[in-house]
């Protein structure tokens, strides 16, 4: 019986992990084809441009072939051709080129990083919006009760005004606020088709088809470890490292192989029995070289001043991060209070409920009496799950920014 019981726990629990895949797998492909196709199409431009920046050191082999007609000779016109083969190629550069190979490995991984954030963002502005939906469901319903009350608050009303028992401005306000609740309620179903239409600009899936996501409070730590902006900004500061290292090379001395492969016709002029030259030969040296520029100062400095502003950056963004976190605990801990006392207030009314049901019944109360008791219970009941929404909508701002979330 223990093993049998012990296999129905393993199920659930292999169940529940496949959920959790299928769930975030679910998510994770909530955009459009178009806007998967856009991200993807980022990222192979980011590749490209950086397997460019990589070997841009590496100068290109040039091919020449070219003809030559002269008549400075006499009556007769020489024609000579050649084919030629040249290389110029810098071999060291004072540690410019493998700097050049580290920043522009930094600016790939910046910008893989900045793309992810995009698509996450775009991701999570889809997953809000599916929050908002059921949200203002509720909130549809909760007025409907509302209005409920509003109706019954008329009606009692009215019986007091006709009875000479209430001013006539008593019932004027009951009537507007009814009225005020259905405006609100017409302005929800606004709001909702306004919910579909930008869902439907961000995925071409069914809103209501898909499940929403079970978020947790992550730990302070990982949110900063995972933290997609900071990891971005730390790059584009590595970035501007190598940059200064690659900006000082530029004025330090450089050294170049040349070569050169020439297979070309000889003048017939020179082309005598027993001569030296040669159809097919080669050339080739070497080069030492440092430039002398005025605005080599200026240059550097600037690069020195752009490395520490990318330094600062990421500074004011661990404290941007740190603030975020705090906001978002606090903010989750003010809801937390408002469920607590929706709750305390949903056992009151249902109290209260119950024991205007039993005076109704014994004739001391109307049904009316207790018919607004329990709709304030179910209003403070909805309000629960809304504010719990609210709680998810907020914790949503932060996996929308670190990696490995949804």
Do not use: H
């Amino acid at each position: 019986m223990k093993g049998s019981n012990a296999l129905k726990t393993f199920f659930v629990l292999c169940s529940l992990g496949l959920c959790t895949l299928l769930y975030a797998d679910e998510l994770g492909s909530i955009l459009s084809d178009n806007k998967e196709l856009l991200f993807d199409y980022q990222m192979q431009s980011n590749e490209l441009e950086s397997d460019k920046l990589s070997n841009s050191w590496m100068n290109p082999v040039r091919l020449q072939y070219g003809r030559n007609y002269s008549t400075q000779f006499g009556d007769q016109t020489i024609d000579t051709g050649s084919y030629s083969v040249v290389v110029d190629q810098p071999i060291f550069r004072s540690g410019g080129i493998y700097y050049g190979i580290k920043y522009a490995q930094a600016f790939r991984e910046a910008n893989q990083a900045d793309i992810q954030l995009q698509k996450r963002t775009m991701i999570g502005d889809a997953v809000s919006i599916l929050f908002n939906l059921k949200k203002t469901k509720l909130e549809q319903e909760k007025m409907r009760f509302q209005l409920k009350n509003d109706a019954i608050d008329i009606l009692q009303k009215r019986e007091s005004y006709e009875a000479g028992l209430l001013d006539s401005s008593f019932l004027d306000q009951a009537i507007l606020k009814k009225s005020q609740d259905e405006t609100a309620l017409l302005e929800m179903e606004l709001t909702l088709m306004e919910l579909k239409q930008r869902f439907s600009l961000l995925s071409d899936k069914n809103p209501y088809s898909l499940r929403l996501p079970v978020l947790k409070l992550m730990s302070k730590t990982k949110y900063r470890e995972a933290n997609l902006e900071l990891k971005r900004d730390r790059l584009r500061a590595e970035q501007s490292d190598y940059n200064e290292k690659v900006t000082w090379a530029k004025y330090l001395p450089a050294v170049s192989l040349q070569g050169q492969y020439t297979d070309g016709d000889i003048n017939p002029l020179f082309a005598r029995p027993g001569s030296l030259l040669q159809e097919q030969y080669y050339n080739y040296g070497f080069t030492v070289s440092i430039p002398i520029d005025i605005n080599a100062p200026s240059d550097i400095e600037l690069a020195k001043v752009e490395k520490l502003k990318a330094a600062v950056e990421v500074l004011d963004k661990k404290e941007q991060v740190k603030e975020e976190y705090n906001w978002i605990e606090n903010s989750l801990g003010i809801l937390d209070k408002k469920i607590a006392l929706a709750n305390q207030d949903e056992s009151v009314f249902k109290n209260l409920y119950k024991l205007t049901k039993n005076l109704a019944d014994a004739g001391e109360k109307t049904t009316y009496d207790a018919d607004v008791m329990f709709n304030s219970s179910q209003i403070r009941k909805l309000d629960q799950q809304i504010y719990a929404i609210d709680k998810q909508i907020q914790l949503l701002k932060l996996y929308i920014r670190v990696e490995n979330a949804i």
